[in-house]
């Protein structure tokens, strides 16, 4: 995405906004927003290539050997990402 695609995306974006008339749905996208704004923070890096290959080919080694986590944690874990 160019930066002019991506300023194009906040304009329209700002005039969705502004076409809200309701007060508890502008509340509720404040909300949104805000939220997804600070995941957009704490996304702590991104890896190369092979970091990737790396990490899959442990995460492969792992479910051949019944290694890994319940659904409880994994739901916990998706849950503090959200």
Same mark, same amino acid.
């Given at each position: ?8 995306? +906040?304009?329209?974006? !700002?005039? =969705? ?12 996208? @404040? &909300?949104? *927003?805000? +939220?997804?704004?600070? !995941?957009? =923070? ?12 790396? @990490? &899959?080919? *442990?995460?492969?080694?792992?479910? !051949? ?18």
């Amino acid at each position: 995405m160019t930066a002019l695609e991506l300023e194009a995306g +906040k304009i329209e974006l !700002i005039r =969705e906004i502004l076409r809200i008339d309701n007060r508890d749905v502008l509340d509720r996208v @404040r &909300l949104e *927003i805000r +939220k997804w704004l600070s !995941i957009s =923070e704490r996304i702590p890096c991104s890896y190369t290539l092979e970091d990737v290959k790396q @990490r &899959l080919s *442990i995460t492969e080694a792992d479910a !051949i050997a019944g290694r890994g986590i319940i659904e409880e944690e994994a739901n916990d874990i998706i849950d503090n990402w959200i």
